[in-house]
């Protein structure tokens, strides 16, 4: 995507900036929210255990300091005692006034981080974005319905000092701290909105650099810069008025003439002339992963058979510039000052597509497993929908009716 921003005073902190959405965000409860538009808004609106600098340094955020045990299992954060909660000055109409001033002086605590992590992995919830905490200790389990949120290993030992451990390291674990899923969530707040909590800025608690002052899901979200931030001097602009707009020429043209400030754009998009963009390119793998749990999909030859069948012609085209692969790496990945895959070689056996020989692989497996059929479940994203559709047909014209997927 690129990020295109139209030029503005020069610092910005009594002005407002308009920036296009291509819709109004389904949710901005951080826990349940997956798409693009919300996951802007809550990174404004509510800040977590640590933000990461434009150099890509994290920082603190909530968190004033933290330490990680030496073998990578332990995170213990210590939290900013003057943190507090925003809270939406309209809520008095449906609460009354005493609820409003306990909300709005409300100070953050461990417990409401403790509180968001057991909710992002409930099974109840359903987060699409769950995944990102299976690092800690029971995750996978609780949202698979094995076990109980309490579980969930994460703890305060007091107001201030937040306790999560892992099952095994993982290398960017501070870096999603500061990701939308984790942000805090206040249990008695939550509770008290019986359902609607995130659907409407009236149902919601900030804690970040802005608070929502209106939000209209036909046309506009409107939010300000927050005066009890504990950064709050640093906050630029003064507000932010988020409208909808998917029409990309639409789009263009307001940038250039200046009656639109900021968009995101697709990667192909014409950049519009007096503007700032920053551009991100995505350099990832995608690849088809076997549960090897699964009694067939243990079978190496099974595997073989499924691997020599696979057209990697039909993926080429589904992304820009894909390319095939034989690694997860990506080719954008260093070692020192080496190309990664020039430094280490490949790590993955050529497989060359041969349905003759992949037909006699999955005749070998068959025999080996005692069976005369197999059926597998393929999970694939959207993007991939027609590719790995046409892929499927491939493996079922090789396999016969020994085969059910």
Same mark, same amino acid.
């Given at each position: 995507?690129?990020?295109?921003?139209?030029?503005?005073?020069?610092?910005?902190?009594? +002005?407002?900036?308009?920036?296009?959405?291509?819709?109004?965000?389904?949710?901005?409860?951080?826990?349940?929210?997956?798409?693009?538009?919300?996951?802007?808004?809550? $990174?404004?609106?509510?800040?977590?255990?640590?933000?990461?600098?434009?150099?890509?340094?994290?920082?603190?955020?909530?968190?004033?300091?933290?330490?990680?045990?030496?073998?990578?299992?332990?995170?213990?954060?210590?939290?900013?005692?003057?943190?507090?909660?925003k809270c939406p000055n309209v809520i008095k109409k449906e609460f009354g006034e005493e609820f409003y001033n306990r909300f709005d002086v409300e100070p953050i605590t461990a417990h409401d981080f403790v509180f968001s992590m057991q909710r992002a992995v409930s099974p109840e919830i359903n987060s699409p974005l769950a995944h990102r905490l299976f690092a800690i200790v029971n995750a996978t389990e609780i949202y698979s319905g094995r076990l109980g949120v309490e579980s969930l290993g994460v703890s305060a030992p007091d107001n201030h000092t937040l306790v999560v451990n892992l099952r095994e390291p993982?290398?960017?674990?501070?870096?999603?701290?500061?990701?939308?899923?984790?942000?805090?969530?206040?249990?008695?707040?939550?509770?008290?909105?019986?359902?609607?909590?995130?659907?409407?800025?009236?149902?919601?608690?900030?804690?970040?650099?802005?608070?929502?002052? +209106?939000?209209?899901?036909?046309?506009?979200?409107?939010?300000?810069?927050? $005066?009890?931030?504990?950064?709050?001097?640093?906050?630029?602009?003064?507000?932010?008025?988020?409208?909808?707009?998917?029409?990309?020429?639409?789009?263009?043209?307001?940038?250039?003439?200046?009656?639109?400030?900021?968009?995101?754009?697709?990667?192909?998009?014409?950049?519009?002339?007096?503007?700032?963009?920053?551009?991100?390119?995505?350099?990832?793998?995608?690849?088809?992963?076997?549960?090897?749990?699964?009694?067939?999909?243990?079978?190496?030859?099974?595997?073989?058979?499924?691997?020599?069948? @696979?057209?990697?012609?039909?993926?080429?085209?589904?992304?820009?510039?894909?390319?095939?692969?034989?690694?997860?790496?990506?080719?954008?990945?260093?070692?020192?000052?080496? $190309?990664?895959?020039?430094?280490?070689?490949?790590?993955?056996?050529? @497989?060359?597509?041969?349905?003759?020989?992949?037909?006699?692989?999955?005749?070998?497996?068959?025999?080996?497993?005692?069976?005369?059929? @197999?059926?597998?479940?393929?999970?694939?994203?959207?993007?991939?929908?027609?590719?790995?559709?046409?892929?499927?047909?491939?493996?079922?014209?090789?396999?016969? @009716?020994?085969?059910?997927?």
């Amino acid at each position: 995507m690129i990020f295109s921003l139209a030029s503005c005073s020069d610092d910005g902190a009594g +002005g407002t900036v308009s920036y296009a959405l291509d819709a109004s965000p389904s949710t901005l409860d951080p826990q349940y929210a997956g798409d693009t538009a919300a996951q802007i808004v809550i $990174n404004n609106v509510f800040e977590g255990l640590v933000r990461v600098a434009d150099n890509g340094e994290i920082i603190p955020g909530v968190a004033e300091s933290w330490e990680v045990s030496p073998d990578g299992l332990t995170y213990t954060f210590r939290l900013r005692q003057d943190a507090k909660w925003k809270c939406p000055n309209v809520i008095k109409k449906e609460f009354g006034e005493e609820f409003y001033n306990r909300f709005d002086v409300e100070p953050i605590t461990a417990h409401d981080f403790v509180f968001s992590m057991q909710r992002a992995v409930s099974p109840e919830i359903n987060s699409p974005l769950a995944h990102r905490l299976f690092a800690i200790v029971n995750a996978t389990e609780i949202y698979s319905g094995r076990l109980g949120v309490e579980s969930l290993g994460v703890s305060a030992p007091d107001n201030h000092t937040l306790v999560v451990n892992l099952r095994e390291p993982c290398a960017d674990m501070l870096q999603r701290f500061s990701e939308g899923v984790f942000m805090p969530c206040n249990k008695d707040f939550y509770n008290a909105m019986g359902g609607r909590y995130g659907l409407t800025y009236k149902h919601i608690l900030c804690n970040g650099p802005f608070y929502i002052t +209106g939000w209209d899901t036909e046309s506009q979200l409107i939010v300000r810069s927050n $005066n009890e931030y504990v950064h709050a001097e640093k906050v630029v602009p003064a507000s932010v008025i988020f409208s909808y707009n998917s029409d990309i020429n639409e789009i263009v043209n307001k940038l250039e003439t200046q009656s639109l400030g900021a968009a995101l754009l697709p990667p192909d998009c014409a950049v519009p002339e007096g503007t700032v963009v920053a551009k991100e390119d995505e350099n990832s793998v995608f690849g088809f992963i076997f549960n090897c749990s699964d009694s067939a999909l243990g079978n190496a030859n099974i595997r073989k058979a499924l691997c020599t069948s @696979i057209n990697r012609s039909l993926f080429e085209f589904e992304a820009i510039n894909g390319v095939p692969m034989t690694g997860f790496v990506p080719r954008s990945c260093t070692a020192g000052s080496l $190309n990664y895959r020039a430094a280490v070689g490949s790590q993955t056996p050529e @497989i060359v597509y041969d349905k003759e020989k992949a037909s006699a692989l999955w005749e070998t497996g068959l025999s080996e497993l005692g069976v005369s059929k @197999i059926t597998l479940t393929v999970l694939c994203p959207e993007a991939l929908d027609s590719a790995v559709r046409r892929q499927l047909q491939i493996w079922q014209q090789v396999m016969g @009716i020994s085969l059910a997927i």
